[in-house]
């Protein structure tokens, strides 16, 4: 997505010309997976992680990920002006999920496992199915979704976890003193992994800059979340129609906030992965 001051027209055309700062040839520098580079503003350093016609996508050294418009002199390699390029075309790697990992093309859904993801409700899950979908169907496994977690005590104990048959749950709003966290105390297990992202709602999962907006509202005590983000929003629009514009603006993993991606790849894991004592 375009930041302020690009758009149909492109740029004003009397601003400066970046690409000659201080009337200086910029150099170009081809984009490389793990390339280091900093942008111009020098508010983020981080390894290229991805990249697409219009984005590239940094991660720091503390596994937080950024994304930047591929701008003119937009960023400083080893401290000075580059101008970041698509590399030539070449022979094509493997194709990518839209969650990062290798697509296997035309894998038909696994049989699914005894094993689940549970989510807290039905937003979380097409969030879930949107960005992870192709990895949950290749290793056959099932996303269910809870409408809140009051009754998660009984509904695990309905799902009776033990060996070859894990549970996870992703959470929202998963914080120390919560009431979430005094209920997920009560499930957690061997056989049952509970994790959780610290935001109210899924929403505000997803990055503000791929919804176009500079950052998720407050929203006042007492005001229904949802309903309170799309009139500070300024949207003319149900929240469910709200949530169909938010979704559609992810599309890959890059567009998701890492407190999130982590905790479901870790879900993932948990309720494919080899465990002790079973085989």
Known sequence: MATKGTGRY????????RRRPGGRDVPETPLSRDLVVEDAEETFCGAVVAWDKATVTLEDRHGRRRVFDLEPAAFLVEGRPVTLVRPPAGPRGPLRSASGS?????????????????????????????????????????VEFLEGV?????????FSPGPGRRLGVLVDHLVPGSKESRITERVRGE??????HPYVDVW?????????????????????????VVRALGWRMETGAAWRRILGSV??????????????????????????GEH
């Open 251 to 276: 599309r890959s993993y890059a567009d998701l906030e890492p407190s999130l991606l982590g905790r479901v790849e870790e879900l993932i894991d948990f309720v494919t992965g080899p465990h002790p």
């Open 204 to 228: 505000q999962a997803v990055r503000p800059r791929a919804v176009g907006i500079e950052r998720w509202p407050e929203v006042p005590r007492g005001t229904p979340w949802k309903e309170g």
């Open 10 to 17: 492109g740029r004003d055309v009397l601003a400066p010309d």
């Open 191 to 196: 056989h049952v992994l509970v994790t959780g």
């Open 150 to 158: 009051d009754d998660l005590p009984s509904i695990v104990a309905d």
């Open 102 to 142: 290798i697509a296997v093309p035309d894998a038909r859904a696994r049989t699914a496992r005894e094993s689940r993801i549970y989510v807290e409700g039905a937003h979380d899950a097409e969030l879930v199915e949107k960005v992870w979908g192709h990895d949950l169907r290749v290793e056959g496994v099932a």
